[in-house]
């Protein structure tokens, strides 16, 4: 039984991903990295005064026109926005839409970590959502700003 048990804990620590899929209602999300991030961390760590690369592979269920992103940082429950230098994901973050319906796609940004931003734990919730304003796209990283 321990034998089980233990082979058990083993199988699911090495599925263990370091985030979580909060909504992603359009899409089926396929990897997820942060630079400088394990796939198997608990939490990112985004180093103040530096640039963090962000890269999600999907594959959408429908057609998607066009698609903007939205990301907030949650702490203690609470979204704060994250401004992004080109939140229009079609541009300059590696799609072209329209994006078609069933086909792998790769979305990538670099986002500035600001020095004026406090040393804190919190939630990144990365969101790409389609044209109708719906989550094409939402995972919450759990990350450490220092």
């Not at 321990?2 to 620590?13: A, G, K, R, W, Y």
């Not at 999600?56 to 903007?68: A, D, L, M, S």
């Not at 994250?82 to 792998?104: E, H, I, R, S």
Request: with cysteine.
């Amino acid at each position: 039984m321990l034998f089980f048990i233990t082979v058990l804990v083993l199988v699911v620590s090495a599925n263990a991903k370091f985030y979580t899929d909060c909504g992603s209602k359009q899409a089926t999300v396929q990897n997820v990295q942060v630079s400088g991030c394990a796939e198997d961390a608990r939490e990112c760590v985004l180093k103040r005064n530096t640039n963090a690369t962000f890269s999600i592979e999907f594959t959408p269920n429908k057609e998607v026109k066009g698609v903007q992103t939205v990301v907030h940082g949650v702490i203690m429950n609470l979204p704060v926005p994250f401004p992004l230098p080109q939140p229009d994901a079609c541009k300059d973050n590696g799609l072209t839409c329209p994006l078609p319906a069933g086909q792998l796609a790769s979305y990538h940004t670099t986002m500035p970590i600001l020095k004026s931003y406090p040393k804190v734990r919190v939630e990144v919730k990365w969101e790409l959502k389609d044209e109708s304003d719906e989550d094409l796209v939402c995972v919450m990283i759990p990350a450490r700003i220092q």
